[in-house]
């Protein structure tokens, strides 16, 4: 295992200031901050059927109708009906996104600068009204299956189609070859190499700070599953390798099919973005579907050890401080010699959680566990240390307690992570505004919990 103690701000937050440059963060009575320098520090759960948020609100990010920090989890009025079974929340830099199954209605709040929520007019994009900080409504006129949240851009999965709309700077949008900004969701349709994308079947979409993903199917008896990637590349997280001056291709206009290891005979089914690193997850099964072992593969971003060590002609080359274009062997799950099959991935900005169990189990019997790996400053990774880590660890009850056992659902969002147990939230990592539902208390040093606590309701 390898670890390391990082003293300084994730690159991750450099390239957003890039974008709105500024130190500011605090908000006025009325109107948002003038100047973005707080990333993903907000959060957004389900509970009782109702949706709940916490943390920063500067922009009205957590849809109760203010821009003031809350620091236990918080009602969102208006989001109530969407939370249905299938539901989904995601949460981008300074906005937020739900939506419920069998629905056509996506609902989303906070900041509007690059027309992110979607709402078309119905939001300003100029400042200082650039934002809602309350639900609005973004029609889909089909059934929406999947949504992702980025920097500041949105993506979604609705009708068979694959849709994109907020920030293009970096070409998030996927759809042309101009920089132009989205209010509206927009039909993502041609690939790099001129495929039509509108013949094949999305799947699944994930966002990172500033790229976009997409899991694409062929469809038919025998279908093939394809990752497309998009949009800013500044680690390789697009696929694209260095050009002929030693920096990384800045961006890709169009989605570009990912290439994987000749090795990879399973089926991608799942994908999921860091905020400049991907993934996809190969699954290999037997001739009765069952699954028999799976591949987490990564590409971009790992300055953390997110994407684990780098396996290269029989040694083990670290890869932590280095990025990759192409796809390295983050972890190999046996799944027919352990008993235990990846259920879930969450990402957070520079760490992953992966919630494990029995296949056909579905958790009942608590015998669920979650794993991390990357990033540690905040204490996000849950193992009771703040020590980065590029081999997986377990989430601990408490300091130098058991492992963490029961949960059956996880999420991640920016530096902070979370756990549901028999209906109860727990969360651990960065609580600097409140984001993990525990007052700001810094007597004891600095306010992040290193093992889980229990998350507070209004």
């Known amino acids: 295992m390898q670890t390391r103690r990082r003293h300084r701000l994730f690159i991750y937050a450099g390239l957003l200031s890039a974008a709105l440059s500024g130190c500011g963060g605090s908000s006025s009575k009325d109107h948002i901050p003038s100047t973005v320098s707080i990333f993903f520090s907000h959060s957004v759960i389900f509970r009782n059927h109702s949706t709940f948020t916490m943390g920063y609100n500067g922009f009205g990010q957590l849809g109760d109708g203010t821009l003031t920090k809350r620091e236990v989890a918080v009602h969102v009025p208006g989001a109530d009906n969407m ?55 973004v029609w889909m006129h089909a059934t929406v299956t999947d949504i992702a949240a980025g920097g500041y851009h949105s993506l979604a999965v609705a009708g068979d189609k694959l849709y994109a709309w907020g920030q293009n700077t970096y070409h998030q949008a996927g759809n042309a070859t101009s920089t132009t900004n989205y209010t509206a969701p927009v039909l993502v349709t041609t690939g790099r190499d001129g495929e039509n994308l509108t013949q094949l079947h999305p799947i699944q979409v994930a966002a990172g700070g500033l790229h976009s993903l997409a899991l694409l199917s062929t469809g038919g008896g025998t279908p093939v599953n394809y990752v497309y990637a998009w949009g800013g590349n500044d680690f390789g997280q697009v696929g694209f390798g260095k050009t002929s001056f030693g920096t990384y291709s800045t961006s890709s206009a169009h989605p570009r099919r990912m290439t994987f290891p000749s090795e990879v005979t399973g089926t ?39 994407l684990g060590d780098l396996i290269e002609h029989g040694k083990v080359t670290p890869l932590t401080l280095k990025s990759s274009p192409d796809p390295v062997r983050v972890l190999t799950v046996d799944v027919a010699g352990t008993g235990k099959e990846i259920k879930k991935m969450a990402t957070g900005t520079n760490h992953i959680l992966l919630l494990l ?51 059956t659902d996880i999420a991640a969002f920016g530096t902070s992570s979370f756990a549901k147990v028999n209906g109860v939230w727990y969360a651990w990592g960065n609580n600097s505004f409140g984001q993990v539902g525990n007052k700001v208390d810094t007597t004891a040093g600095v306010p992040y919990f290193k093992t889980p606590v229990t998350v507070k309701f209004q």
């Open 83 to 137: 939370v249905l079974p299938g539901a989904k929340a995601v949460a981008g830099n300074e906005h937020t996104m739900v939506f419920g199954n069998i629905s056509s209605l996506i609902s989303t709040w906070g900041y509007n600068l690059y027309g992110q929520l979607g709402a078309g007019s119905k939001v300003s994009t100029t400042y200082p009204d650039a934002y809602s900080s309350k639900p609005v409504e």
């Open 268 to 306: 991608i089914e799942q994908i999921a973005a860091l905020g400049s690193a991907s993934l996809a997850l190969e699954v290999q099964r037997n001739n009765l579907g069952a699954i028999t072992s799976e591949i987490l593969w990564g590409w971009g971003y790992n300055d953390a050890g997110e």
């Open 357 to 407: 169990g029995a296949p056909g189990n579905d958790g009942s019997d608590g015998s669920y566990e979650i794993q991390s790996i990357g990033n540690n400053y905040y204490g996000q990774l849950g193992n009771g240390t703040f020590d980065n880590t590029s081999s997986l660890v377990y989430v601990l009850q408490a300091l130098g307690g058991a492992r963490f056992t029961g949960p």
